[in-house]
């Protein structure tokens, strides 16, 4: 069964090379180096230069409609013969939102609270960037839904880097 794997930068190197991942969505500032695993086909590889704010603050890039709309159709095009890894610096917010918001995008019948659920259990540290699911939740014309599942299940346990974890797509 195909999987999410989340990690933070840190932590990307291994996390491909356990979970045999052959996709991978980068979520991080511009200008940050990421060195893409051997495993990855650069055609396989989406990044997303932006900053983990949620309003605009200068010099940051705050995430737009285009931003998530690049990861929905990557999320889309994804085969699922293989794990796909997802990652942001600290694997927190941008990387658990984007988790979310594959999830969501692939179970369009599945009930957001049931998916946020699954994220908080896979996850205790994980808080999804609000202003990535806001525009996704719009996207993907949930009305409202994803908003309010993220915000039920609160902001995650406070750490420095979250711990990587999977997603089974069930």
Known sequence: MPRIHVCSLAQLQATVRQSG????????????????????????HLIIGLSDIVAP???????QEEHV??????????DRAWPIVIHCYAGVSRST????????AL???HAEDALAHRLRTASPT?????????????????RGRMVAAIA????????FEGTPFALELE
């Open 21 to 44: 991942a052959t996709s991978m969505i980068t979520l991080i500032n511009r200008n940050t180096p990421v060195e893409r695993p051997a495993t990855i086909n650069p055609g396989r």
């Open 126 to 142: 994980a808080t999804p960037n609000p202003r990535l699911v806001e525009l996704a939740d719009c996207l993907l014309e949930r």
């Open 57 to 63: 603050v200068e010099g940051q890039i705050l995430a």
């Open 69 to 78: 709309a690049g990861l929905i159709g990557f999320i889309r095009d994804w």
């Open 107 to 109: 179970k369009p019948g």
């Open 152 to 159: 039920s299940i609160g902001r995650g346990a406070e750490c």
């Open 97 to 104: 939102a984007a988790a979310f918001i594959a999830l969501c």
